[in-house]
């Protein structure tokens, strides 16, 4: 939650201590629809809990618990007895929590919509059956690294949540095609889905799943290794709307692919094609032609990426008016002529260059001098001077020779 409702409660607590009237103006439940306790997270124990729940009742509407690891299940159960209005609720990194608390959530708040359960490691496939009973009205779901969760659990929350468009599935490993079979018979109106590290999953869940998500917007396939072009194709061929795709680490993908994807998606604007290692200029080619949104591109470790590509994308329509973020750590034949052509791209907010070995300090001066409010990111090591002709001793560094 944002900051202003931090302010806003705190504002709330300094007026409560002025006079017994403004405390109970201040401490009516009618004041506290929002509340975020993050700033305060390693103080939260579960009376807090409790007793906000009592004072705030069925006026409170979203509630952040994020990081307050204090917080158990016996807690949240009266909160949600006492909050039934509840539609937004942030559990990120309450690591006490167990199945116990979804089912509360379930029988009390019906009206839940956003739900974070991010790093609860404790839940499992019990409380997604029991969040598609009684929460079916729930549009957000993250459960990211909550890795006891399988297909299974998958199926029972879709049969019930059919109207969740956000679904965050990070690092729940034992998640395999089955799972996404499943999000493509029942969610229809999904256009957010997160499967970071979920290594087991194939082309063939990723295939289903654009067949019966055409709404998709934003898709996560990082550290999904086995994927292959028929993914990108699956795509373009399905899912016309989208608008993100992170495709870290997945080494399989090729020029092919990402042409296809480029000449049907015209309304990318985020793409992380780190480690993408088969992909060469052409992508870059294909991406400015067709994609005109484009505001952050990562090519970190795409090797055969050269500053050709970079004429390309720099020349284009979103190098020109859209492109903020450029990520080229590790693009070792990346030179001085790319920052050159960069000098188009006049809404550049940030570059990173990290071991770019061909880039120099006066050509990261130069570029700057025309883009001034670009932040550059990039190392150079040491340079380690050759060994003198006819000399035997070991060869030292240019700080080891000053000392």
């Keep these: 939650m944002c900051k202003h409702l931090i302010f806003h409660n705190i504002t709330l607590c300094r007026c409560a201590q ?35 729940s009592k004072r705030c009742g069925g006026f409170l509407r979203k509630l952040s618990l994020r990081g307050c690891i204090g917080v158990g299940d016996s807690s949240l159960k009266t909160f949600a007895q006492n ?27 019906s009206k839940l919509k956003h739900l974070d359960l991010t790093s609860c490691v404790s839940i499992t496939n019990s409380s997604l059956k029991g969040i598609s009973e009684g929460c079916r009205h729930l549009e957000y779901l993250n459960l990211s690294w909550c890795d006891q969760i399988t297909k299974d659990g998958v199926e029972a929350l879709v049969r019930g949540c059919r109207g969740l468009r956000a679904l965050l599935l990070r690092g729940c490993t034992q998640l395999e095609d089955e799972a996404l079979k499943h999000i493509q018979n029942y969610c229809h109106e999904l256009v957010s889905l997160n499967l970071q590290s979920c290594s087991r999953v194939t082309d063939d869940g990723v295939v289903q799943l654009c067949r019966g998500c055409p709404r998709l917007q934003a898709l996560c396939l990082s550290g999904c290794g086995s994927l292959t072009d028929a993914s990108l194709t699956a795509l373009a061929l399905n899912c016309p709307r989208l608008q993100i795709l992170e495709a870290a680490r997945c080494s399989h993908l090729t020029d092919a692919g990402f042409t296809l994807l480029a000449r049907n998606c015209h309304d990318l604007e985020k793409m992380d094609l780190e480690e993408c290692i088969l992909i060469t200029d052409r992508t870059l080619t294909q991406l400015s032609i067709h994609c005109p949104k484009l505001q952050a591109l990562s090519l970190s470790h795409c090797e055969l990426i050269t500053d050709d590509g970079i004429l390309h994308l720099s020349n284009s329509p979103c190098g020109h008016e859209r492109l903020r973020v450029l990520e080229l750590d590790n693009c070792l034949l990346i030179t001085d002529v790319a920052l050159e052509h960069l000098e188009h791209c006049r809404g550049l907010e940030r570059l990173e260059l990290y071991d770019c070995q061909q880039v120099t300090r006066a050509g990261i001066k130069r570029m700057r001098a025309q883009l001034p409010h670009v932040r550059v990111h990039a190392y150079f090591a040491p340079v380690t001077p050759p060994t003198a002709a006819g000399g035997g001793g070991p060869r030292l560094c240019r700080c080891c020779v000053i000392l």
């Design 18 to 52: 002025i006079s017994k009237a403004w405390n109970i103006l201040a401490l009516d439940g009618s004041n506290w629809q929002r509340i975020d306790l993050f700033n305060f997270q390693t103080d939260v124990e579960g009376r807090v809990v409790e007793n906000i």
């Design 83 to 109: 909050c039934r209005n509840i539609e937004h609720l942030n559990l990120n990194g309450c690591t006490k929590i167990t199945d116990s608390t979804c089912y509360s959530l379930s029988r009390f708040c």
